[in-house]
């Protein structure tokens, strides 16, 4: 039986797990400024990070949540049908994403050739076929969730990450010809290594029910996951494709400028991440559950709770990390490559980014209720009217008033801001709405 209770006991087990993968990750930035600084070769390497992580996360997210709804949906007819289902989508993500990948290597090196950007061309497709473990890795996640297992997933990142450290510091020793090469080649390790991680968990779960022939039902189960997959990803890439457009306008406005937005967007993610993320996690199976079996009550109580635990959490943690951003960007990263003036700009970006925090949260989580619903359509509307609200703004701040790099990161807090408050009046004003304004107390759901 779903209840708040239960959703605060998964929020905390994925938060634990979430909370040592995002340590992780403030070591490997760390490692990152201390050998490599903000200099314009590690800022092309993020660039091309971010282009190839644009389809891994706009893909693999959407299969993540899309994977959750339809799955508690057939799990609640049938155990053995959900189970294949899982298998069918492993089978059907495979034979799907390795000729896209093939395909968009091919398009990178002949875009490399035509502008002569070899080297940017280069790393993007060594980090290319990350998608694919990425996206198992994701869909592996949403499987052991389903399922009430949190910390497991949350925490394999850190062995991402971890490969990540150690192959920074390796070429800070051996200082060799093409760093960035080398460090792309160790982030396409280590996302096989995180994909094992849930692989064999995963595997091992799915043995307790006998499953049908290898290609039972594929087909049936890939156009059910089509098209609420399309929508799905394009709700995801919008976001992913404002990160990206913010790596490129921060190129233009400085030579260092995706590097400096890189370093501030890190710390900024961290409460999204370790808060927003455990309770959307947390969140979804159970909203699904609720809205399947036409307890409405109870997944209005589920929404509204979550966001006032979210607002309680985060607004004051927005204010502290815009008051101290300098002193803390100076203690974290002012060390070896990284100078002063880089830590001057990057806690400007820092207090940019803190503005957006709460109302990218907020959407998060509202999202979720749309995913529960299976409308799917509507945060992908919301979520492309964000992104050209956000790469307008980019094109006004960098390239015509010449501002900075921190511009770039304001215009991302205010575009949030913005699929926040459509979010909500997709979500709540209409009518026919299972969710309301009114917030129904727990005792009320039960």
Same mark, same amino acid.
């Given at each position: 039986m779903d209840s708040w209770n239960s959703i605060r006991s998964g929020s905390k087990r994925f938060f634990s797990g979430n909370a040592l993968a995002r340590a992780s990750g403030i070591v490997r930035d760390i490692s990152m400024a201390y050998v490599f600084g903000t200099e314009s070769f590690v800022a092309l390497f993020f660039v091309a990070y971010r282009l190839s992580y644009f389809f891994r996360r706009s893909i693999s997210g959407a299969l993540h949540a899309v994977f959750i709804s339809i799955f508690e949906e057939k799990r609640n007819e049938n155990e053995t049908a959900a189970q294949n289902f899982f298998q069918n989508t492993k089978r059907s993500t495979m034979y799907f994403l390795s000729p896209l990948i093939i395909f968009i290597c091919i398009a990178m090196a002949l875009f490399g050739y035509a502008f002569e950007k070899e080297e940017l061309a280069i790393l993007t497709i060594i980090m290319m076929p990350c998608l694919l473990f990425t996206s198992l890795h994701h869909l592996n996640e949403a499987f052991l969730q389903c399922h009430k297992i949190f910390f497991l997933p949350s925490a394999a990142p850190m062995l991402f990450n971890g490969i990540w450290v150690i192959t920074t510091l390796w070429i800070g020793c051996k200082n060799p010809k093409y760093p960035m090469r080398i460090l792309s080649l160790g982030l396409l390790i280590a996302s096989i290594v995180q994909w094992m991680c849930t692989h064999f968990y995963a595997c091992k779960h799915t043995l307790k029910i006998k499953?049908?022939?290898?290609?039972?039902?594929? $087909?049936?189960?890939?156009?059910? $996951?089509?098209?609420? %997959?399309?929508?799905?990803?394009?709700?995801?890439?919008?976001?992913? %494709?404002?990160?990206?457009?913010?790596?490129?306008?921060?190129?233009?406005?400085?030579?260092?400028?995706?590097?400096? $937005?890189?370093?501030?967007?890190?710390?900024?993610?961290?409460?999204?991440?370790?808060?927003?993320?455990? *309770?959307?996690?947390?969140?979804?199976?159970? $909203?699904?559950?609720?809205?399947?079996? %036409?307890? *409405?009550?109870?997944?209005n109580a589920f929404l509204h709770t979550t966001l006032q635990k979210l607002i309680l959490i985060l607004l004051p943690t927005s204010l502290i990390l815009i008051v101290l951003s300098y002193p803390l960007i100076k203690t974290l990263y002012a060390h070896g490559h990284f100078t002063i003036g880089s830590a001057k700009i990057t806690s400007q970006a820092l207090s940019c980014y803190a503005i957006g925090i709460l109302p990218a949260s907020i959407a998060l989580i509202l999202s979720q209720a749309f995913f529960a619903q299976k409308r799917f359509a509507f945060p992908m509307i919301a979520s492309l009217l964000s992104s050209a609200t956000n790469i307008s703004l980019n094109f006004a701040f960098v390239c015509i008033f010449k501002l900075n790099a921190t511009s770039v990161a304001l215009a991302t807090s205010l575009s949030s801001t913005m699929l926040a408050i459509t979010l909500a009046l997709f979500l709540f004003v209409p009518k026919k709405s299972p969710f309301s304004l009114r917030t129904p107390t727990l005792q009320e759901a039960t």
């Open positions: 499953t049908q022939p290898l290609f039972g039902n594929l $087909l049936s189960d890939a156009r059910t $996951l089509i098209k609420p %997959l399309i929508f799905g990803t394009l709700s995801i890439s919008s976001a992913q %494709l404002n990160l990206t457009f913010d790596a490129i306008f921060a190129r233009i406005a400085s030579c260092d400028g995706s590097a400096v $937005l890189w370093y501030a967007l890190k710390i900024s993610q961290l409460p999204y991440s370790l808060v927003s993320i455990s *309770l959307c996690a947390a969140i979804l199976p159970p $909203l699904s559950r609720a809205v399947k079996a %036409l307890q *409405l009550k109870n997944a």
